[in-house]
């Protein structure tokens, strides 16, 4: 399964950004995805994720700011970035869990917010 992520960009404090992730196969197949990013210098963190059955989980530093969507007939998600601060500034990454293929990750796309 192949994922490709693509939204990010530069964006000034308080503005918004949609990443979007498509993958290869119906993201039915997935049991869980999500977005995960990676601030400069600090590791992989996750921002949110999304269970075959609906249930959505979301950072503490996100909720309220950041909304998971998903498309099936695209076979997409989104993640609806609003009121963005600098410290959301990181590489995301979208990734996807399934029993055939175990984690799958996305190339990242750079999301920088700018002060």
């Known amino acids: 399964v192949q994922l490709q992520a693509s939204g990010g960009g530069l964006v000034q404090a308080g503005g918004s950004l949609r990443l979007s992730c498509v993958a290869s196969?119906?993201?039915?197949?997935?049991?869980?995805m999500g977005w995960f990013r990676q601030p400069p210098g600090k590791q992989h963190e996750l921002v949110a994720t999304?269970?075959?059955?609906?249930?959505?989980n979301y950072a503490d530093s996100v909720k309220g700011r950041f909304t998971f969507a998903r498309d099936n007939n695209k076979n997409a998600i989104y993640l609806q970035m609003n009121s963005l601060r600098p410290e959301d500034t990181a590489v995301y990454y979208c990734?996807?869990?399934?029993?055939?293929?175990?984690?799958?990750w996305g190339p990242g796309t750079q999301v920088t917010v700018s002060s």
């Open positions: 990734a996807a869990l399934s029993k055939s293929d175990g984690i799958r």
């Open positions: 196969r119906s993201i039915s197949s997935f049991t869980l």
């Open positions: 999304v269970t075959t059955g609906g249930s959505t």
